[in-house]
């Protein structure tokens, strides 16, 4: 059991706008910011976004993110096939004193 | 740019200790924190603890009474330590570069490739 949540699957067609949403509370979310990773099939995590909206260099502006309050979302527009990974949200948790991640989102591309 | 590599043994017996050691190429491992990720097959992120080139730690509190972790900076190197493992210790183990901002928030940037370590006697 993660201990922030993210829905198992999502997906969409070539094209489409998609998002994944991140909850989690106020000791980890609610008071730091939210980081994602994208993990390819086979692949590292790769860091995608950072300090809750912020792309590293090289990390297309298809991907955006954002927070209110105790939840986050990741957002990609524009869906490419190559998109087709699983992503990871993550945050600090004030009360763990530790990193903590959400579950993965599956992102199937249609 | 930093790259990082993980290595060690693949295969631990039961009960006794995994050690893994990740190593830093195209950068100075100083005046950072470090830290270890595992993937179990088909299953989500766990973060096992960190380091900073000071030797001070930070352990995920369910793993905290098994594990050790140490840096060696004339090898730019950091090590992980799991000690009286069981197959649930099964898993793709990650290293990782823990980045900081001002604020003190922070995210992992880069990973290593990952290496499998198996539990099994």
């Known amino acids: 059991q993660s201990v922030l949540t993210q829905p198992p699957s999502a997906s969409g067609t070539p094209g489409q706008r998609v998002t994944i949403s991140c909850s989690g509370s106020s000791s980890n979310i609610g008071s730091n910011t939210v980081n994602w990773y994208q993990q390819l099939p086979g692949t590292a995590p790769k860091l995608l976004i950072y300090?809750?909206?912020q792309r590293p260099s090289g990390v297309p502006d298809r991907f955006s993110g954002s927070k209110s309050g105790t939840s986050a979302s990741l957002a990609i527009s524009g869906l490419q096939s190559e998109d087709e990974a699983d992503y990871y949200c993550?945050?600090?948790?004030?009360?763990?004193?530790?990193?903590?991640f959400g579950g993965g989102t599956k992102l199937t591309v249609l | 740019q930093v790259q990082l590599q993980e290595s060690g043994p693949g295969l631990v017996k039961p009960s006794e200790t995994l050690s893994l050691t990740c190593t830093v190429s195209g950068g100075s491992i100083s005046s950072y924190y470090w830290s270890w990720i595992r993937q179990p097959a088909g299953k989500g992120l766990e973060w096992i603890g960190r380091?900073?080139?000071?030797?001070?730690?930070n352990y995920n509190p369910s793993l905290k009474s098994r594990v050790t972790m140490s840096v060696d900076t004339s090898k730019n190197q950091f090590s992980l330590k799991l000690s009286s493992v069981t197959a649930a210790d099964t898993a793709v183990y990650y290293c990782a570069r823990d980045l900081y901002d001002s604020s003190g928030y922070n995210w992992f940037d880069p990973w290593g490739q990952g290496t499998l370590v198996t539990v099994s006697s």
């Open positions: 380091i900073y080139t000071s030797g001070s730690t």
């Open positions: 993550a945050a600090w948790d004030d009360s763990l004193n530790g990193q903590v």
């Open positions: 300090s809750n909206n």
